[in-house]
């Protein structure tokens, strides 16, 4: 497991880093003022429809169906794959067809921006150039998916690196020749079509990579119609109840746009932008160590749980745990420590000022108490839909959301405008942190036991060994911040080259000295691989 997360995980570490120079391109380009906020509702429409209808269902439905199909079918299942295929192809095109002609609807739905305003304008107009790569990231989806399957995990990994170089491309030719800069009210109608048409490209370009990787992995593609025997019964039985549970999150999100949209109202520079552009970077460790371990865990637990070994199954679950958890753990107190000395260096340029940096990176720090909770609970999640079950995860969705929905509320009407994306990261963290017990309850009855003693008292020694790193951390921040006078591009990189850099080998350092083992697992792999 080690090595296959390995191959995913250096992909998604390129993916991620494109993706930094992707949003700090981005945040130059258009800032976090009003066409910020306008281009970061616009953009997040399709992943939500996406989410709603396909994403979610992958892991839960798709992955373990296709697994079972490839067991039981005389064909290995490839006939199963290509009505799969046919039929997200079909519905797909269909859907972004229609939510082109809803954009208003949406993007209403999503903010609370007067439909006359400038604002809501540009929105709708940027949500119609995008939301037809909903087509496209859907089929990249499946074919995803299906590569999974076959044990290859690099082509779904490393093809976003080729959408952010994409995107990377469009926003230097808008900060090259666009005449609106991040000035809403002088955004044209050229501009918006290279930024939304250009968003577009680079999903087209993502999903093209992956239909070749499965050509090369010896699946050619033949529309089938046959819907009979596609097990859509079936597939619905399992996939209501993960529908559901993505309903259920979707509801929250919207919920967040909304109170991000309205803050961005009174106090400019403090909406649905900062929370945006924070929620990516705080799910940057999570996407390069725990999706990679999920991505490689889930086929083998599906069929252990198929052929009935349980034990295999905690072992599993175990060892993805700790493995996930002996990064995010340091991670996640560098990034509590370090938040505005991360996006310093990323966003303050152009037409991002330091002082809206200096507020995404506050909201960073918060979302810092949110990391291993959130990694966890998405681990959980992968229990229940090996064993087939979607019916579960609706109820703690459902639980986790309508949590975090009322301390939202709760923070906004409690906390300054100013502070209010801030409060909504921290009911996002004591949202999941509560998520995760009840989910580990509720998974540890149905594998008969997860191990919680020995995870626990793992975490307890990941999270000593990550002490001196925090202190490290912070004293770098109270030196250079009392000497060097703030948090400018230089002083930032210095705290982070000793607060991040140094902090995290003295981590190594201490966690290897504490004889962890899956940090020698991975410092062990490491030497291997610089050896050779």
């Given at each position: 497991m080690l090595r296959a997360s390995a191959i995913m995980a250096a992909g998604t570490m390129v993916s991620r880093v494109t993706g930094f120079v992707r949003t700090m391109v981005l945040a130059y380009a258009i800032g976090t003022m009003a066409l910020g906020d306008a281009y970061n509702a616009a953009y997040a429409i399709p992943y939500s429809i996406l989410d709603l209808l396909l994403l979610g269902v992958l892991s839960s439905v798709v992955v373990p169906m296709i697994v079972r199909a490839q067991q039981r079918d005389p064909d290995g299942g490839r006939a199963y794959e290509q009505r799969l295929l046919t039929l997200a192809t079909v519905a797909l095109m269909i859907v972004a067809a229609l939510a082109v002609l809803a954009a208003p609807l949406l993007i209403d739905l999503y903010t609370v921006w007067d439909h006359d305003s400038r604002k809501f304008e540009v929105a709708v107009t940027l949500a119609r150039y995008i939301l037809p790569q909903l087509a496209f990231f859907g089929v990249g989806a499946v074919a995803g998916a299906i590569l999974n399957t076959r044990d290859r995990y690099g082509a779904p990994m490393w093809a976003p690196v080729l959408n952010n170089v994409v995107v990377i491309c469009v926003f230097v030719a808008y900060a090259a020749i666009g005449t609106g800069g991040g000035d809403i009210t002088e955004v044209t109608d050229g501009d918006l079509t290279l930024l939304g048409l250009g968003t577009t490209a680079g999903i087209v370009a993502q999903a093209m990579v992956l239909i070749v990787a499965l050509r090369r992995a010896g699946f050619s593609f033949v529309p089938r119609f046959d819907l009979r025997n596609a097990r859509l019964g079936e597939m619905a039985r399992m996939g209501v109840w993960t529908i559901g549970y993505v309903i259920v999150t979707q509801l929250g999100f919207v919920l967040t746009t909304n109170l991000a949209s309205d803050a961005g109202d009174v106090v400019a520079g403090h909406g649905i932008t900062p929370y945006t552009l924070a929620f990516q970077l705080f799910q940057l460790p999570y996407g390069v160590i725990g999706v990679s371990v999920i991505t490689a865990m889930l086929p083998r637990m599906s069929r252990a749980v198929t052929e009935g070994r349980l034990d295999d199954v905690r072992g599993e679950f175990g060892s993805s745990v700790r493995l996930i958890c002996s990064v995010m753990v340091p991670v996640s107190l560098l990034l509590m420590v370090l938040g505005p000395a991360v996006t310093v260096p990323i966003?303050?340029?152009?037409?991002?000022?330091?002082?809206?940096?200096?507020?995404?990176?506050?909201?960073?720090?918060?979302?810092?108490?949110?990391?291993?909770?959130?990694?966890?609970?998405?681990?959980?999640?992968?229990?229940?839909?090996?064993?087939?079950?979607?019916?579960?995860?609706?109820?703690?969705?459902?639980?986790?959301?309508?949590?975090?929905?009322?301390?939202?509320?709760?923070?906004?009407?409690?906390?300054?405008?100013?502070?209010?994306?801030?409060?909504?990261?921290?009911?996002?963290?004591?949202?999941?942190?509560?998520?995760?017990?009840v989910a580990w309850i509720l998974a540890s009855r149905r594998v008969q036991g997860l191990g919680g003693w020995a995870v626990g008292m793992a975490m307890t020694r990941m999270y000593l060994a990550s002490l001196p790193t925090a202190v490290l951390a912070l004293a770098s921040v109270w030196v250079v911040t009392e000497t060097l006078d703030g948090l400018g591009f230089l002083n930032s990189v210095i705290v982070l080259a000793i607060g991040g850099g140094l902090g995290m080998l003295l981590y190594l350092g201490v966690a290897h000295r504490m004889r962890i083992p899956e940090v020698n697992s991975i410092v062990g792999m490491v030497a291997r691989r610089v050896g050779r």
């Amino acid at each position: 497991m080690l090595r296959a997360s390995a191959i995913m995980a250096a992909g998604t570490m390129v993916s991620r880093v494109t993706g930094f120079v992707r949003t700090m391109v981005l945040a130059y380009a258009i800032g976090t003022m009003a066409l910020g906020d306008a281009y970061n509702a616009a953009y997040a429409i399709p992943y939500s429809i996406l989410d709603l209808l396909l994403l979610g269902v992958l892991s839960s439905v798709v992955v373990p169906m296709i697994v079972r199909a490839q067991q039981r079918d005389p064909d290995g299942g490839r006939a199963y794959e290509q009505r799969l295929l046919t039929l997200a192809t079909v519905a797909l095109m269909i859907v972004a067809a229609l939510a082109v002609l809803a954009a208003p609807l949406l993007i209403d739905l999503y903010t609370v921006w007067d439909h006359d305003s400038r604002k809501f304008e540009v929105a709708v107009t940027l949500a119609r150039y995008i939301l037809p790569q909903l087509a496209f990231f859907g089929v990249g989806a499946v074919a995803g998916a299906i590569l999974n399957t076959r044990d290859r995990y690099g082509a779904p990994m490393w093809a976003p690196v080729l959408n952010n170089v994409v995107v990377i491309c469009v926003f230097v030719a808008y900060a090259a020749i666009g005449t609106g800069g991040g000035d809403i009210t002088e955004v044209t109608d050229g501009d918006l079509t290279l930024l939304g048409l250009g968003t577009t490209a680079g999903i087209v370009a993502q999903a093209m990579v992956l239909i070749v990787a499965l050509r090369r992995a010896g699946f050619s593609f033949v529309p089938r119609f046959d819907l009979r025997n596609a097990r859509l019964g079936e597939m619905a039985r399992m996939g209501v109840w993960t529908i559901g549970y993505v309903i259920v999150t979707q509801l929250g999100f919207v919920l967040t746009t909304n109170l991000a949209s309205d803050a961005g109202d009174v106090v400019a520079g403090h909406g649905i932008t900062p929370y945006t552009l924070a929620f990516q970077l705080f799910q940057l460790p999570y996407g390069v160590i725990g999706v990679s371990v999920i991505t490689a865990m889930l086929p083998r637990m599906s069929r252990a749980v198929t052929e009935g070994r349980l034990d295999d199954v905690r072992g599993e679950f175990g060892s993805s745990v700790r493995l996930i958890c002996s990064v995010m753990v340091p991670v996640s107190l560098l990034l509590m420590v370090l938040g505005p000395a991360v996006t310093v260096p990323i966003y303050a340029r152009g037409a991002t000022s330091v002082a809206d940096a200096v507020y995404i990176g506050n909201v960073l720090q918060v979302y810092g108490l949110a990391l291993v909770p959130f990694a966890i609970f998405q681990l959980l999640l992968r229990v229940f839909y090996s064993f087939g079950d979607t019916r579960t995860p609706v109820f703690i969705g459902a639980g986790t959301t309508a949590v975090n929905a009322a301390l939202m509320v709760l923070f906004y009407v409690l906390l300054p405008t100013a502070y209010a994306v801030m409060g909504l990261a921290l009911a996002y963290a004591i949202a999941y942190a509560l998520g995760a017990v009840v989910a580990w309850i509720l998974a540890s009855r149905r594998v008969q036991g997860l191990g919680g003693w020995a995870v626990g008292m793992a975490m307890t020694r990941m999270y000593l060994a990550s002490l001196p790193t925090a202190v490290l951390a912070l004293a770098s921040v109270w030196v250079v911040t009392e000497t060097l006078d703030g948090l400018g591009f230089l002083n930032s990189v210095i705290v982070l080259a000793i607060g991040g850099g140094l902090g995290m080998l003295l981590y190594l350092g201490v966690a290897h000295r504490m004889r962890i083992p899956e940090v020698n697992s991975i410092v062990g792999m490491v030497a291997r691989r610089v050896g050779r």
